[in-house]
């Protein structure tokens, strides 16, 4: 059953880090703000979009063409300033499959200081099931001068020699893959082993919680503070005060999880592992799990 | 039945949409994908009624995709399907291709198309997950292919 409370009324830690559809619509004419779409399908933004919103892509905008690693200060400086953002502007990331791309791509500007961002709650799916205008119509900004700081590795990214320094403390770990993926299962796709690894299970002492389960699948909108307690804290054991480390596939699935358990739960102490199984799973000698 | 392309060993019809997508750059693949996509009409109620069968469900593709299958009196195969999730343009656009160029092609020839011809028409970006499901796609028509090239039903 879709909980229809408004952003407010759920109980958030930080209810700013989310609007809502109507927020967005009465907004769209207003400069300060940025539309970025983000999804995994890469027809959905040329095929309609909200109006005045822009695209950014989580394969050719936020990864570095050559090195796995995301891209750097001047990568994203370029990427800013023709999305025609400045400093002040509040970026609003929205997109398909439960916002799960947008929470990536708010992860990433997080990574540069970009903090005055927010996610659309229910994303594209909340939008289209409002009957709210979508256009095809790509629109164009003004380049800017956008300055940003170096990338910041440390706050909310986590590395392998740190999730290893993590074991040694026994750090909480979610990993957030299906249950599948989780035991060791599933490995990859039939002939696309591009995403897959050498060995199957999963970080010793993971919880696993899947991504989605935050999500209510009606609306695509966030579940409430209550029931995201109840699955994170109840169920996966997770307090507070944790220093919390979680993981997927390539970082995208929990970068999701991330959004959740530092912005509407208040976590103070989360990283994501965007190394994640890929690294991991191939990872020689590491301990691993089933 | 129309035969298979001698430079690609896709059935013809197929062959020629593979040519034409890996011919053009990235933006233009993305506008010919979305104006075929825009050509999906769902299954009709003679063949299926929604909720649908789970044999009828593509495996692993979360825009919950469904493949039917009807011999038609050449012995060929008429696809149908449906993408239960108005978001998933691609899965709308892969039907498309499938129905258009596999419908009324030799069985057998069909159930030899390459579940990896997916790279060729959305190019390589594509996620793990959505990959997964358009061959899921690919594989379904192929296991009702090889139904009917058994002589069964589908």
Known sequence: MSDTRPIADRGYAQPDSLVSTEWVAERLDDPSIRLVESNEDPLVYPAGHIPGAVEVDWTRDLNDPLRRDYLGREGFEALARRLGLTADTTVVFYGDRNNWWACYAYWVFHLFGHTNAKVMDGGRLKWQQEGRSLVRDVPSYDATDYAAPARDDVTIRAFRDQVLAHLDTEGSLIDVRSPEEFSGERLHMPDYPNEGALRGGHIPGAANIPWARAVDPESGTFKTADDLRSIYEQEAGLSPGDDVIVYCRIGERSSHTWFVLSRLLGYDQVRNYDGSWTEWGNLVGVPIEK | ?154
């Open chain 2, 1 to 154: 039945m129309t035969g298979m392309s001698t430079t690609t060993r896709l059935p013809e019809k197929l062959a020629e949409i593979v040519d034409l997508l890996t011919l053009v750059d990235r933006a233009e693949r993305i506008d010919l994908l979305i104006g075929i996509a825009d050509r999906f009409r769902g299954v009709p109620s003679e063949i299926a009624e929604a909720p649908y069968a789970d044999e009828h469900k593509v495996p692993a593709c979360e825009s919950e995709a469904y493949v039917w299958a009807r011999r038609q009196d050449d012995g060929t195969p008429k696809f149908y399907f449906a993408v239960e999730n108005p978001q998933g343009i691609s899965a709308m656009a892969m039907a498309v291709i499938l129905d258009e160029s596999l419908s009324g092609v030799d069985p057998v020839q069909v159930a030899a198309v390459p579940q990896d011809l997916v790279y060729e028409i959305f190019g390589r970006e594509l996620s793990m997950g959505k990959s997964m499901g358009l061959m899921g796609m690919v594989a379904m028509v192929k296991h009702f292919a090889k139904r009917l090239a058994a002589g069964g039903g589908a």
